[in-house]
């Protein structure tokens, strides 16, 4: 218990003295999950939109996989990405092995599916709703799609927060095409299970602080979103 006091103190002083190597992989953590999921979401949402209102031959089997996806283990994702931008893979030309890049694309491939999925769902529920009116009036499909997302944005953000989650936890897929190489490719999570194992527990504790911390304050500004918009709505 002792040593653990010391070492939860220890944390606090790294995280209240602003700790130039623990901020720096506060700061490297976020840039790559904040990316990955901007992207996943400026691919996912549109697809989700047409997954919901399109009817096609294969349409039921693309979702199921979608789905499947959703639980896809990040280790499989991590040695596929590997084996993809390796030097001997078809993306081996970009070099992007051991650098965040490549640490994007693994966390891309896991939020996708997340996206994807849970926006059709959504989307499907409002085709449902807006299908003969669109049909009467003659809306286009690219309005359709813009006011699909616009009108559920409460839904989105809640799939938005579910894919940052996934992302910022993430550690088998980082860390096999990250390395984990010290000022260039060491995260939050790469980091808490190498000082963890090495012994080194306050540097373990503030970043588990801190990306405690970050889930808390991100799930009060979606619930704040969320009251606004049903606010703006109900007018």
Request: proline share 4%; hydrophobic share 55%; aromatic share 10%.
């Amino acid at each position: 218990m002792e040593v653990f006091l010391k070492a939860f103190i220890t944390a606090l002083e790294l995280i209240l003295n602003f700790d130039i190597s623990l901020y720096e992989i506060v700061g490297l953590s976020l840039q790559i999950s904040i990316t990955s999921l901007l992207i996943a979401s400026i691919i996912g949402f549109p697809i989700g939109v047409f997954l919901a209102i399109t009817q096609f031959s294969g349409r039921s089997f693309i979702i199921s996989i979608f789905n499947s996806l959703m639980g896809m283990p990040p280790v499989v994702v991590g040695l596929i990405v590997y084996l993809l931008v390796s030097r001997s893979g078809p993306l081996g030309w970009l070099e992007i092995l051991y650098t965040p890049y490549a640490m994007i694309f693994a966390q891309l491939l896991l939020i996708l599916p997340i996206i994807i999925s849970l926006s059709t769902q959504i989307f499907e529920e409002l085709h449902k709703e807006y299908k003969d009116f669109f049909i009467i009036f003659s809306v286009p499909p690219k309005k359709s799609i813009i006011i699909y997302i616009s009108d559920s944005k409460d839904s989105l953000i809640t799939i938005f927060l579910a894919g940052f989650g996934r992302a910022v936890s993430e550690v088998g897929a980082v860390i096999i095409v990250g390395g984990n190489i010290d000022h260039v490719t060491r995260v939050m999570t790469t980091t808490i299970a190498l000082e963890t194992s090495k012994g080194d527990l306050p540097l373990a504790l503030a970043l588990g602080i801190i990306l405690i911390f970050i889930s808390l304050i991100i799930n009060i500004i979606a619930n704040k979103l969320k009251i606004k918009i049903n606010k703006e709505s109900s007018l």
